[in-house]
């Protein structure tokens, strides 16, 4: 299980959050209190836990924390990320272009060497299907055409798989909503949440759950089942 934006630090993990239903816990926290931070909860030990992707600028603001599973049979890991958003200002924009310049590069090497899923917040809606108001969001951070070529590039050229749109290719199907006016009423919504898998691993999904029934937080927890041993 993977979660992101914890606003903790790891101190405050430790003896309250760090195990949670039988499952251990793993996180990267930002150096910056309150802010970021990402977290795994696995029922099987990992072999490794590799914090952070070699990024001096993203590595800080805690945003990659990868449980890898090493067998003789496969290489396989699970990567719980979260994204920037650049919808504070153009200054963040921009360190989000710079996040994903590092980012698929990243992706394309761990893809050489091991099969994977990441789970996260990745805060792109990649097509219009992924967003109520497709066509008043166009210049707005999350559906902007950089953004968007970046996802297309990452499942074309790069060979990774939008698992739940592999899964369900219906309309109105969206995973955060903003705390303004009624957009959850009313479902306004964007899917910013995703499993990037490579192929071998997404072959393997069979079922898809956007969990509505109770509300966290502005996102919904997206689960996804794979028919998949370690």
Known sequence: ?????????????RGTL????????????AEKKGYSGVGLFVKKAPSAVITGFGSDEFDAE??????????????????SCYFPSGSSGE??????????????????????EREFVLVGDVNIAHQA????????????SGFLPEERDWMTRLLTEGG?????????????????WSNRGQAWANNVGWRLDYHLATPGIAAK???EHIYLEQR???????????????
């Open 1 to 13: 299980m993977g979660v992101q934006e914890l606003k903790a630090q790891a101190a405050d993990m």
């Open 18 to 29: 760090d195990t949670v239903a039988g499952l251990q816990g793993h996180f990267h926290c």
């Open 62 to 79: 805690g945003r990659w924390v990868e449980a890898r599973y090493d067998t003789p049979r496969r290489k396989f890991s699970v990567v």
């Open 91 to 112: 200054d963040r924009q921009a360190a989000k272009f710079r996040f994903l310049a590092q980012m698929y590069p990243h992706l394309m090497r761990l893809k050489a």
């Open 129 to 140: 299907i992924d967003l109520k108001n497709w066509r008043s969001n166009q210049k707005n």
């Open 160 to 176: 990774l798989v939008d698992v739940f749109r592999r899964l369900n290719p219906h309309p109105e199907q969206y995973t955060w």
């Open 205 to 207: 999904a069979r079922r």
């Open 216 to 230: 966290f937080s502005d996102h919904a927890p997206l689960i996804i089942d794979y028919d998949f041993n370690l």
